[in-house]
């Protein structure tokens, strides 16, 4: 028996036993009862050598349909198909960031600690707020510890969520509702914007959320939000965008408490949904409850430079039960990816890519909504992705439209359930969609709905 | 066995002398930039003819403004202020921080998973599915349990989940009202009790005995109707098999609670013995620890929930399943719903299954045998300089105490981490588990050779006896000299606090 990362020789496994005083590999088990040992070989696969498991995973990879010249996307919903430059893989696949773990010693983390509080700096410009964490794992996650973190500062467990956050961020604030005991508030989209005007309880509720965008891709009117969680006494807590962040004023100068946000746009690929990368920025007046790591300045015994680990008094290894999250693992290589990719585009280069999105965004939009049948579900105003009335079920077209090449979109389903939206079709296209492309997709679209 | 190599430790570069980097925004200079984009021939439409006023802005956010070569070369000489598994031994206790392969990184860039859209309809996804069922199924072979979800990020993550999972079964037996207590060993990892609170519950904290378990009486006095499970390490995070199991599980079942098996300990028991087995009925692992997926410089991991059959139709969902024609992702009847955007951290988990696939059956047991060896080799061969904290035969990690040490010459476990740094080692886990004074939570993990394993000894020996011959610990304390920055105040960051590029002073 071997394993193929385990180097002792039998000769040395042999001459360690002796050293315990035991004759073979069992011995060293003996405090497990005999009753519950598994005297039998584990039921799975025989190990492969690497050649062979290669194979076997290029041949599942042959069963998917990856975007890209064969699959045109269209598909967003909160997961992109951005570009990613070379120098981003370059960098971040560098194994002194991959394989290391948490810089509880900072004395020989100073590269991560420093990365991440270059990418604290940056997503606390990006969302307008003071300070940022050193990440979560996903934007519903960062949704959910937003909604703990505003509650808990309240005092106030009701929180008013708008419908047109991302239904998948809705559905996981549900779950972890259960355990927090948070109650959930849902406000009705109108016009595809949400209908604040509708929400006639005065409160108090501990948090007021929205999207902007939504996740029909419309623009929110933040002042509108702002206005109604001071009138009941709640933290504004605001999904963003950061693509959008290019050319949208920031959350925070429009009165958000809290920014959360995907990040997978920067540097990250589709990659079925994950690892991505949750942001989470707040008020510097928070962030003695800002969820899992936070990475501070300071100087070493001799006065240089030095970067730590602070606050760590709110985390689970210290105040235990008391903590404020549970976080511990984040997604820190997602973060310095991130880092890496917004120092590459630069704060013109940003702007670029959310100015290319909202131009591929409208001249798809112009080309699907002339064809005939084809609705507009939306009259607000957009940037980046749209919802569209087709005249047959979103699924089927998607269906038929991956035939010709093309990923159309998502359709709009959970968590639209009996409103006007339900059995839309979701469609975003990012700064890498070429005007062929776009016009091959739509004359596509045009003969799959006839 | 051959003399210990200088090999498995880092000293000096790359670890750079005590230079100072300064941040990218420092680099920065207007008008700079790397970007370029593809050629769409799409209309030149402007901002002000996209974007309403109300909502556009009229500067551009302050990212840093560097050429791509500057950009590599600050971020490459971060990477020469870092430590890392690639670079040598790492023992952080509980962390199990064994080598990555490279084949999985090789794997996990394989367009044909990592250009996958999470919304793309099944035909397009069966590849994934297929993995993630297989996967899947795997897990369930290990741990003894009748399936699991894929979903949860991390360790923590997949914690909320089970306990969530726990509170659904009660719920649906009109238990939940009287049931509102989870009890912990006062040795847990301090997730646990966190995770605890976010589930609604109470925490009801239980002592350990003079062998290190469970204390089974006081256990006993706390088991009465308003229990709702128990969460367990085991082998605990004292790297000591749990000897009562049997009788904690009977307890716990018999009030009718729930055993929640944290599987941060994994490592140790892999083929050997399943928590299954033992009476868990959900089981949380850490693929990152286990299943060698990179640890990222603090993630991503990935944490998948694994239940006995009466708790599966609560089970998160959309989850892969096998399906008539194909995959599919179908909803478990009673779900709790979603605990992520997707699937979970799918290229994580490509990699585990990759690891498993490379390991099979025969190699696992081999992994958690050698990982055991380790262990109790290095306990032994420290055995006399440091002291036991519950001498018994270990597991996968070791707990030892420099409290003689600190007694007689004042050297701290802080200080023999520190020391060990300038000796080319990572330090182990110090002062935990809370329990243990002076605690040195040493994990060799399976991947470090003998030669490897007698350097770290050695490096531990000869920090306590330089101390013991000084007759003082004034060395250690001085110490680390060697890296790129000396001991960090830490009180000085929580206190001026500074945690943007913005909010410096200077």
Same mark, same amino acid.
């Given at each position: 028996m071997s394993a193929p990362f385990v180097?002792?020789?039998?000769?040395? @496994?042999a001459e360690m036993l002796g050293f315990l005083g035991l004759d073979d590999l069992d011995g060293l088990f003996g405090e497990i009862?005999?009753?519950l040992r598994l005297r039998r070989g584990l039921d799975l696969p025989m190990a492969m050598s690497e050649p062979d498991v290669a194979w076997r995973l290029d041949e599942l990879a042959s069963r998917n349909r990856p975007c890209g010249r064969d699959l045109v996307c269209f598909a967003g919903a909160g997961a992109y198909d951005h570009e990613i430059p070379a120098v981003v893989k370059a960098v971040a696949s560098r194994s002194e960031f991959v394989t290391a773990y948490t810089p509880y010693q900072p004395e020989v983390s100073q590269g991560v600690l420093q990365a991440i509080f270059e990418y604290q700096t940056m997503i606390a410009r990006l969302s307008g707020l003071d300070v940022a964490n050193a990440s979560l794992y996903d934007g519903a996650a960062s949704l959910v510890e937003a909604v703990n973190l505003a509650v808990v500062a309240a005092g106030e467990r009701r929180v008013l969520c708008s419908k047109g956050v991302h239904p998948h961020w809705r559905r996981q604030l549900e779950t972890f509702s259960r355990g927090s005991g948070n109650e959930i508030d849902l406000v009705p989209l109108s016009g595809g914007v949400t209908a604040w005007e509708e929400v006639a309880d005065v409160g108090p509720f501990g948090a007021v959320v929205v999207a902007a965008p939504n996740y029909l891709g419309c623009l929110e009117d933040l002042a509108a939000a702002r206005s109604l969680a001071d009138r009941v006494g709640a933290r504004l807590v605001v999904c963003f965008d950061p693509v959008s962040a290019g050319l949208l004023r920031t959350p925070g100068s429009l009165g958000a408490d809290v920014v959360v946000g995907e990040g997978q746009p920067f540097g990250t690929a589709l990659s079925f949904g994950g690892p991505y990368l949750g942001l989470f920025a707040c008020r510097l007046a928070d962030v003695r409850r800002i969820p899992?790591? @936070? +990475?501070?300045?300071?100087?070493? @015994?001799?006065g240089r430079h030095a970067y730590v680990m602070t606050l760590r008094a709110r985390e689970q290894d210290i105040r235990r039960e008391r903590a404020s999250s549970n976080v511990?693992?984040?997604?820190?290589?997602?973060a310095v990816t991130a880092a890496v990719h917004l120092?590459?585009?630069?704060?013109?280069?940003?702007?670029? +890519?959310?100015l290319r999105c909202a131009r591929a965004t409208r001249y798809t939009r112009e080309a699907l909504s002339s064809i005939?049948?084809?609705?507009?579900?939306?009259?607000?105003p957009i940037l980046r992705e749209f919802a569209v009335r087709t005249p047959i079920a979103p699924e089927t077209l998607i269906e038929r439209l991956v035939e010709d090449?093309?990923?159309?979109?998502?359709? +709009?389903?959970?968590?639209?359930?009996?409103?006007?939206?339900?059995g839309g079709l979701l469609v975003a296209a990012t700064e890498k969609r070429t005007r062929a492309e776009i016009d091959g997709f739509a004359a596509a679209f045009e003969k799959a709905v006839r | 066995m051959r003399a210990p190599l200088p090999a498995g430790r880092a000293l000096g570069a790359p670890l750079l002398a005590r230079d100072f980097e300064p941040t990218i925004f420092e680099f920065s200079e207007p008008g700079r930039h790397a970007a370029s984009f593809r050629t769409t021939d799409l209309p030149a439409w402007q901002a002000d003819e996209l974007v309403p006023e109300a909502f556009r802005q009229s500067g551009a956010v302050a990212l840093p403004q560097v050429s791509e070569r500057d950009l590599v070369s600050h971020f490459t000489r971060l990477t020469h202020r870092q430590y890392s598994v690639d670079l040598g031994a790492y023992p952080l206790g509980s962390c199990t921080m064994k080598y990555n392969p490279k084949a999985a990184d090789a794997g996990a860039c394989l367009p044909g998973f990592t250009a996958v859209h999470p919304a793309a309809p099944a035909s397009c996804t069966q590849g994934w599915l297929e993995l993630l069922v297989e996967l899947e199924e795997a897990l369930c072979e290990i741990t003894g349990m009748h399936a699991a979800t894929l979903q949860p990020a991390a360790g923590a993550a997949g914690e909320l989940t089970g306990l969530l999972l726990m509170s659904a079964y009660h719920e649906a037996n009109g238990e939940s009202a009287r049931r509102r207590r989870v009890i912990i060993p006062d040795s847990a990892h301090g997730t646990n009790p966190a995770s605890v609170t976010l589930s609604g519950y109470e925490v009801a904290t239980v002592g350990t005995n003079a062998r290190g378990g469970v204390d089974l009486g006081a256990l006993r006095a706390l088991l009465d109707d308003d229990v709702a499970g128990i969460m367990l390490t085991n082998p605990s995070t004292l790297g000591l098999f749990e000897e009562d199991i049997v009788a904690i599980a009977q307890a716990v079942h018999d009030i009718g609670g729930l055993l929640y098996y944290d599987g941060a300990n994994l490592n140790a028991i892999l083929g050997i013995v399943r928590p299954g087995d033992m009476g868990f009925d959900i089981v949380h692992l850490n693929v990152h620890k286990t299943f060698a997926t990179p640890h990222g410089g603090g993630g991503p991991g990935a944490g998948p929930v694994a239940v006995c059959s009466k708790l599966a139709r609560f089970l998160p969902g959309p989850r892969p399943t096998r399906g008539h024609n194909g995959f599919e992702l179908t909803m478990p009847e009673s779900s709790i719903g979603r605990v992520h955007s997707w699937h979970g951290n799918a290229v994580v988990l490509l990699r585990a299954w990759m690891y498993l696939r490379l390991n099979g059956g025969d190699g696992l047991k081999r992994v958690s045998e050698i990982a055991v060896l380790n262990a109790n080799w290095f306990k032994e061969r420290l055995r006399g300089t440091y002291d036991i904290a519950y001498d018994r035969p270990v597991m996968h990690e070791c707990v030892v105490s420099a409290q003689s040490l600190h007694h007689d010459v004042g050297l701290s476990a802080l200080d023999v981490a520190k020391r060990l740094m300038e000796l080319g080692f990572h330090p182990p886990t110090v002062y935990f588990p809370l329990i243990v004074e002076e605690a040195l939570m040493v994990e060799p993990t399976e991947t470090e050779s003998p030669q490897t394993l007698a350097a770290l000894a050695d490096a531990f020996l000869q920090v306590a006896r330089e101390s013991r011959e000084a007759g003082n610990a004034d060395d250690a304390k001085a110490a680390p000299r060697t890296t790129p920055v000396g001991r960090v105040d830490d009180a000085r960051a929580a206190r001026k606090l500074v945690v943007t590029f913005d909010q410096r002073a200077d």
């Amino acid at each position: 028996m071997s394993a193929p990362f385990v180097a002792h020789t039998d000769a040395e @496994i042999a001459e360690m036993l002796g050293f315990l005083g035991l004759d073979d590999l069992d011995g060293l088990f003996g405090e497990i009862p005999e009753a519950l040992r598994l005297r039998r070989g584990l039921d799975l696969p025989m190990a492969m050598s690497e050649p062979d498991v290669a194979w076997r995973l290029d041949e599942l990879a042959s069963r998917n349909r990856p975007c890209g010249r064969d699959l045109v996307c269209f598909a967003g919903a909160g997961a992109y198909d951005h570009e990613i430059p070379a120098v981003v893989k370059a960098v971040a696949s560098r194994s002194e960031f991959v394989t290391a773990y948490t810089p509880y010693q900072p004395e020989v983390s100073q590269g991560v600690l420093q990365a991440i509080f270059e990418y604290q700096t940056m997503i606390a410009r990006l969302s307008g707020l003071d300070v940022a964490n050193a990440s979560l794992y996903d934007g519903a996650a960062s949704l959910v510890e937003a909604v703990n973190l505003a509650v808990v500062a309240a005092g106030e467990r009701r929180v008013l969520c708008s419908k047109g956050v991302h239904p998948h961020w809705r559905r996981q604030l549900e779950t972890f509702s259960r355990g927090s005991g948070n109650e959930i508030d849902l406000v009705p989209l109108s016009g595809g914007v949400t209908a604040w005007e509708e929400v006639a309880d005065v409160g108090p509720f501990g948090a007021v959320v929205v999207a902007a965008p939504n996740y029909l891709g419309c623009l929110e009117d933040l002042a509108a939000a702002r206005s109604l969680a001071d009138r009941v006494g709640a933290r504004l807590v605001v999904c963003f965008d950061p693509v959008s962040a290019g050319l949208l004023r920031t959350p925070g100068s429009l009165g958000a408490d809290v920014v959360v946000g995907e990040g997978q746009p920067f540097g990250t690929a589709l990659s079925f949904g994950g690892p991505y990368l949750g942001l989470f920025a707040c008020r510097l007046a928070d962030v003695r409850r800002i969820p899992g790591r @936070i +990475v501070g300045e300071t100087v070493d @015994i001799e006065g240089r430079h030095a970067y730590v680990m602070t606050l760590r008094a709110r985390e689970q290894d210290i105040r235990r039960e008391r903590a404020s999250s549970n976080v511990c693992t984040n997604q820190t290589l997602m973060a310095v990816t991130a880092a890496v990719h917004l120092s590459w585009l630069g704060p013109q280069g940003l702007r670029e +890519v959310a100015l290319r999105c909202a131009r591929a965004t409208r001249y798809t939009r112009e080309a699907l909504s002339s064809i005939a049948g084809v609705k507009l579900m939306t009259t607000a105003p957009i940037l980046r992705e749209f919802a569209v009335r087709t005249p047959i079920a979103p699924e089927t077209l998607i269906e038929r439209l991956v035939e010709d090449g093309y990923l159309a979109g998502v359709p +709009v389903r959970e968590g639209f359930e009996g409103t006007e939206y339900e059995g839309g079709l979701l469609v975003a296209a990012t700064e890498k969609r070429t005007r062929a492309e776009i016009d091959g997709f739509a004359a596509a679209f045009e003969k799959a709905v006839r | 066995m051959r003399a210990p190599l200088p090999a498995g430790r880092a000293l000096g570069a790359p670890l750079l002398a005590r230079d100072f980097e300064p941040t990218i925004f420092e680099f920065s200079e207007p008008g700079r930039h790397a970007a370029s984009f593809r050629t769409t021939d799409l209309p030149a439409w402007q901002a002000d003819e996209l974007v309403p006023e109300a909502f556009r802005q009229s500067g551009a956010v302050a990212l840093p403004q560097v050429s791509e070569r500057d950009l590599v070369s600050h971020f490459t000489r971060l990477t020469h202020r870092q430590y890392s598994v690639d670079l040598g031994a790492y023992p952080l206790g509980s962390c199990t921080m064994k080598y990555n392969p490279k084949a999985a990184d090789a794997g996990a860039c394989l367009p044909g998973f990592t250009a996958v859209h999470p919304a793309a309809p099944a035909s397009c996804t069966q590849g994934w599915l297929e993995l993630l069922v297989e996967l899947e199924e795997a897990l369930c072979e290990i741990t003894g349990m009748h399936a699991a979800t894929l979903q949860p990020a991390a360790g923590a993550a997949g914690e909320l989940t089970g306990l969530l999972l726990m509170s659904a079964y009660h719920e649906a037996n009109g238990e939940s009202a009287r049931r509102r207590r989870v009890i912990i060993p006062d040795s847990a990892h301090g997730t646990n009790p966190a995770s605890v609170t976010l589930s609604g519950y109470e925490v009801a904290t239980v002592g350990t005995n003079a062998r290190g378990g469970v204390d089974l009486g006081a256990l006993r006095a706390l088991l009465d109707d308003d229990v709702a499970g128990i969460m367990l390490t085991n082998p605990s995070t004292l790297g000591l098999f749990e000897e009562d199991i049997v009788a904690i599980a009977q307890a716990v079942h018999d009030i009718g609670g729930l055993l929640y098996y944290d599987g941060a300990n994994l490592n140790a028991i892999l083929g050997i013995v399943r928590p299954g087995d033992m009476g868990f009925d959900i089981v949380h692992l850490n693929v990152h620890k286990t299943f060698a997926t990179p640890h990222g410089g603090g993630g991503p991991g990935a944490g998948p929930v694994a239940v006995c059959s009466k708790l599966a139709r609560f089970l998160p969902g959309p989850r892969p399943t096998r399906g008539h024609n194909g995959f599919e992702l179908t909803m478990p009847e009673s779900s709790i719903g979603r605990v992520h955007s997707w699937h979970g951290n799918a290229v994580v988990l490509l990699r585990a299954w990759m690891y498993l696939r490379l390991n099979g059956g025969d190699g696992l047991k081999r992994v958690s045998e050698i990982a055991v060896l380790n262990a109790n080799w290095f306990k032994e061969r420290l055995r006399g300089t440091y002291d036991i904290a519950y001498d018994r035969p270990v597991m996968h990690e070791c707990v030892v105490s420099a409290q003689s040490l600190h007694h007689d010459v004042g050297l701290s476990a802080l200080d023999v981490a520190k020391r060990l740094m300038e000796l080319g080692f990572h330090p182990p886990t110090v002062y935990f588990p809370l329990i243990v004074e002076e605690a040195l939570m040493v994990e060799p993990t399976e991947t470090e050779s003998p030669q490897t394993l007698a350097a770290l000894a050695d490096a531990f020996l000869q920090v306590a006896r330089e101390s013991r011959e000084a007759g003082n610990a004034d060395d250690a304390k001085a110490a680390p000299r060697t890296t790129p920055v000396g001991r960090v105040d830490d009180a000085r960051a929580a206190r001026k606090l500074v945690v943007t590029f913005d909010q410096r002073a200077d």
